[in-house]
């Protein structure tokens, strides 16, 4: 069974995801711009990095501060990695996702569910 530490939420999954896509550019600006172009999901810088700092605390990522860039105004951007940890709980949320949904078939408003 799933505990906290390694359940993860749907946005902490997005992000997760978002993370791995962006490799060595994920940081909250372009985690925000890839969650909005891929899954049309417009999110609050301020509700992203409390979600980054607690899948941090989680042991799911590490941050570190980058260079300051003029375009942050001289602000550091706040660069995120997943850990193997992450990596690890990405593998069992989609494990469990793919057991949900196996063995059905959405048919317009119903569903069928087929056993095995």
């Known amino acids: 069974m799933a505990n906290k530490q390694t359940y993860l939420g749907e946005f902490e999954h997005c992000v997760l995801l978002?993370?791995?896509h962006l490799e060595s550019?994920?940081?909250?600006?372009?985690?925000r711009q890839y969650l909005k172009a891929v899954i049309d999901r417009?999110?609050?810088?301020g509700a992203l990095y409390s979600?980054?700092?607690?899948?941090?605390?989680k042991g799911l990522i590490t941050s570190k501060k980058g260079e300051?860039?003029?375009?942050?105004?001289?602000?550091?951007?706040?660069m995120v990695k997943i850990t193997a940890d992450?990596?690890?709980?990405?593998?069992?949320?989609?494990?469990r996702f793919e057991s949900l949904w196996a063995n059905v078939q959405?048919?317009?408003a119903s569903y069928v569910i087929k056993y095995l």
């Open 18 to 20: 978002g993370i791995v």
């Open 86 to 95: 992450g990596q690890n709980a990405l593998r069992e949320t989609k494990q």
């Open 68 to 78: 300051a860039t003029p375009e942050l105004g001289g602000k550091a951007k706040r």
């Open 106 to 108: 959405l048919l317009g």
């Open 51 to 57: 979600t980054i700092e607690r899948m941090e605390t």
């Open 42 to 45: 417009d999110v609050s810088l």
């Open 25 to 31: 550019n994920a940081y909250g600006v372009t985690i």
